[in-house]
C-alpha cells in the first residue's frame, strides 16, 4: 500500500486520453463519484492499487490516489480537499468563444 488509507476508501485517476478525474466502479472507470466502488478493508485498498497499476501501465490512466470517503445524504463525498476540489469540476469559467464553434484553450 502507498500510504495508510483507512476504509471506506475508493479509487480515483485522470484519465490520460481525456484528462479528466475519473473512479474506479469495480469494472471500468465512471466521470460520477457515486458509481465508485468503496473498498471497505485494506485488503480491498490494495486490490484498488493493484487494479491502478495495471491501467498505468497500459496508459489509460495517471496519478492515481485512494481516497478516504464519507456518505452524506446517499452521496458519496470526499473527506480530503483536494479530491473535493476535483470532484466539483474545473475553478476556472473561461465563458462562451468569441468565435462560435471555437474552443477555449488555454496555454
Not at 490520460?16 to 473512479?23: P, Q, T
Not at 471500468?28 to 457515486?34: F, G, K, V, Y
Not at 458519496?76 to 474545473?90: A, C, D, H, N, Q
Not at 462562451?96 to 464553434?101: A, L, R
Given at each position: 500500500m502507498k500510504?495508510?488509507?483507512p476504509a471506506p476508501a475508493i479509487l480515483s485517476a485522470h484519465d490520460?486520453?481525456?484528462?479528466?478525474?475519473?473512479?474506479w466502479t469495480g469494472?471500468?472507470?465512471?466521470?460520477?463519484?457515486?458509481?465508485a466502488k468503496i473498498a471497505h478493508a485494506d485488503d480491498e485498498?490494495?486490490?484498488?492499487?493493484t487494479v491502478a497499476a495495471s491501467f498505468i501501465?497500459?496508459?489509460i490512466i495517471v496519478d492515481f490516489a485512494i481516497i478516504p470517503i464519507?456518505?452524506?445524504a446517499y452521496k458519496?463525498?470526499?473527506?480530503?480537499?483536494?479530491?473535493?476540489?476535483?470532484?466539483?469540476?474545473?475553478?476556472?469559467?473561461?465563458g462562451?468563444?468569441?468565435?462560435?464553434?471555437a474552443l477555449n484553450v488555454s496555454i
Open positions: 500510504n495508510k488509507i490520460l486520453r481525456e484528462g479528466y478525474v475519473a473512479y469494472e471500468l472507470w465512471s466521470r460520477d463519484i457515486n458509481q485498498i490494495i486490490e484498488m492499487e501501465a497500459q496508459n464519507a456518505h452524506i458519496i463525498t470526499s473527506k480530503t480537499l483536494r479530491e473535493s476540489f476535483l470532484i466539483s469540476g474545473p475553478t476556472i469559467d473561461y462562451e468563444p468569441s468565435i462560435e464553434g
